[in-house]
């Protein structure tokens, strides 16, 4: 009965998803055929990024990678949502070859995609029971189930999952307000670096809460996680003042 009342949260971040994204989706390029196209190549691309981020985020050697990529048992497990915007973006990509449509205005009108299914993705994720933090004294504290040891559960920790599910829905409130009020039409890149910026500083953030639950510090006091999102958030925010700066209407 839990499971099912956690499913139903996608009903109305769907509903409010559309509310958002509809007036401005409905003045550009028409995105229907777009999006099935989008939603046919873009699943399988995403999980086997998501599936090679995995591998190259903890170090696993090259030569165990045939036994996950070659086998179906391989591709039960091993995913690390930080490979989601790059196949979310190549994607986009294909999609504006195949239909002939400039890649720019398709990364800029689907890139915020990324969020929503980061939303979903994490709900999913709190409910599986992985990807939780680190041990909490905090009242929201949760304890989720460990699969082997002598231990049944973790200690209070926290659900890193919904922190981040919040952060994308509230990414994907404010974002559509900025770019109302800036006049940013797609097309111009600045909101793809604008995700890009945005979905990289968000999970370098919330691997501080994680380490020491699911996450382990690699260099620097960072987890590996977080010095290849510290690298794109600064790559992408100075990308996107370059690009705002060059708008008419900034």
Request: proline share 7%.
């Amino acid at each position: 009965m839990q499971t099912f009342w956690l499913y139903m949260l996608y009903i109305p971040i769907g509903l409010v998803l559309i509310r958002l994204w509809r007036l401005w989706y409905s003045k550009h390029l028409s995105w229907k055929p777009v999006l099935s196209f989008v939603i046919l190549v873009g699943t399988p691309l995403v999980m086997f990024s998501c599936h090679l981020a995995y591998f190259l985020t903890k170090g696993v050697p090259p030569a165990v990678w045939q036994g996950f990529f070659l086998t179906l048992d391989g591709w039960k497990t091993g995913y690390a949502s930080l490979g989601l915007p790059f196949g979310a973006v190549l994607t986009v990509y294909l999609a504006s070859v195949v239909h002939r449509l400039p890649p720019l205005e398709l990364l800029d009108l689907y890139s915020p995609g990324a969020f929503a299914t980061s939303i979903i993705w994490r709900i999913d994720c709190f409910i599986d029971g992985c990807c939780y933090g680190a041990p909490t004294s905090l009242p929201w504290g949760v304890r989720f189930m460990l699969i082997e040891g002598p231990v049944i559960t973790t200690p209070p920790s926290h659900p890193v999952q919904l922190y981040e599910a919040a952060l994308s829905f509230a990414v994907l409130i404010a974002l559509p307000l900025f770019i109302y009020r800036k006049g940013i039409n797609p097309g111009t890149g600045i909101v793809v670096a604008m995700c890009m910026f945005l979905y990289a500083t968000e999970r370098f953030i919330l691997e501080f809460f994680r380490i020491g639950g699911t996450t382990r510090i690699a260099i620097l006091g960072m987890s590996s996680t977080q010095l290849v999102t510290l690298t794109v958030s600064i790559i992408t925010a100075v990308l996107t003042v370059f690009l705002i700066k060059r708008h008419p209407n900034s």
